[in-house]
């Protein structure tokens, strides 16, 4: 059973700084694309980030020179790294992967989220 599951969250002061991980389990042939969404309470999720399985990156404008997504391969681990955040970053933080269960068998999964919560 493949499961993603995020850690890392937690309240920080504004201009602080978290990272976030998503680790994969189980198995596994690899770990294609991934990104990282957010929803604030009363809002839709977003996307905040995504990496692909060459490391390719890309990012929402809100974030954009402040948050950093990575991958280690070796340990089946995407981070983001957030920097100077601010109150409107508060939100769950949620990644999302796409796992070859087999070599030509691509499935998406979802991780459990991760709190994070900015103050003022």
């Known amino acids: 059973q493949v499961q993603l599951v995020e850690s890392g969250g937690g309240k920080v002061q504004a201009g602080g700084s978290l990272r976030l991980s998503c680790a994969a389990s189980g198995s596994f042939f690899s770990i294609g694309a991934v990104n990282w969404y957010r929803q604030a309470p009363g809002k839709q999720r977003e996307l905040v980030a995504g990496i692909s399985s060459g490391g390719v990156t890309n990012y929402a404008d809100p974030v954009k020179g402040r948050f950093t997504i990575s991958r280690d391969n070796a340990k089946n681990t995407v981070y983001l790294q957030m920097n100077s955040l601010k109150p409107e970053d508060t939100a769950v933080y949620y990644c999302?992967?796409?796992?070859?269960?087999?070599?030509?068998?691509?499935?998406?999964?979802w991780g459990q989220g991760t709190q994070v919560t900015v103050s003022s």
């Open positions: 999302y992967g796409i796992v070859y269960v087999t070599q030509r068998l691509p499935r998406g999964y």
